[in-house]
């Protein structure tokens, strides 16, 4: 991860859905869950902003929501770009190269696993195995699955995706 920090930008009409999540669940027990996910839905992601609105709004403490947060895998702290990249490093992967593919993403679009591109375009996470053994090494982009990857095949892959926004 770099230090670049994405400033969070939320609407009012956000904020507005965030409370009626809140509100729907907050005397339910359990009801931390659906409102991160909820959260999440609404922001894409959850910053310490976001974090600190569902703990006032469920009036527990901004620790325990951050150590939900930060334990399930399903939760981001960085926004994800519209175009999700997912290279596989499980085991088949890579003994398969998956890592090299990795590196490739990340020097194309000048990010690291983790990161989004500042034009909110692409954002590159590192998964475990996606089970497609098979097609090792493995890339996905949202739910596009591309097996048996290489590095050279990598920039042809991405620019699909920039072409579609052109």
């Given at each position: 991860m770099?230090?670049?920090?994405?400033?969070?930008?939320?609407?009012?009409?956000?904020e507005?859905k965030?409370?009626?999540?809140?509100?729907d669940?907050?005397?339910?027990?359990?009801g931390?869950?659906p409102?991160?996910q909820?959260?999440?839905?609404?922001?894409?992601?959850?910053?310490l902003?976001v974090?600190?609105?569902?703990?006032?709004?469920?009036g527990i403490s901004?620790?325990?929501?951050?150590?939900?947060?930060?334990f399930y895998?399903?939760?981001?702290?960085?926004?994800k770009?519209?175009?999700?990249v997912?290279?596989?490093l499980?085991?088949?992967?890579?003994v398969?190269?998956?890592?090299?593919?990795?590196?490739?993403?990340?020097?194309i679009l000048?990010?690291?696993?983790?990161?989004?591109?500042?034009?909110g375009?692409?954002s590159?996470?590192?998964?475990?195995?996606?089970g497609?053994?098979?097609?090792?090494?493995?890339?996905?982009?949202?739910?596009?699955?591309?097996?048996?990857?290489?590095?050279?095949?990598?920039?042809?892959?991405?620019k699909?995706?920039?072409?579609?926004?052109?």
């Amino acid at each position: 991860m770099s230090d670049k920090k994405t400033p969070f930008s939320g609407s009012p009409e956000q904020e507005k859905k965030l409370m009626k999540v809140i509100e729907d669940h907050k005397d339910q027990r359990g009801g931390l869950m659906p409102v991160l996910q909820g959260a999440q839905e609404i922001y894409g992601y959850l910053p310490l902003e976001v974090q600190k609105m569902v703990a006032m709004g469920l009036g527990i403490s901004l620790s325990e929501v951050y150590g939900v947060v930060t334990f399930y895998s399903q939760f981001s702290l960085e926004p994800k770009g519209k175009f999700k990249v997912s290279v596989c490093l499980g085991t088949a992967c890579y003994v398969k190269g998956a890592d090299k593919v990795l590196e490739e993403v990340e020097n194309i679009l000048e990010i690291k696993a983790g990161e989004c591109t500042e034009n909110g375009l692409f954002s590159i996470d590192a998964t475990r195995c996606v089970g497609a053994c098979g097609l090792a090494p493995v890339m996905l982009v949202n739910e596009d699955v591309y097996g048996k990857v290489t590095t050279e095949e990598v920039a042809g892959i991405l620019k699909k995706y920039t072409d579609m926004e052109a």
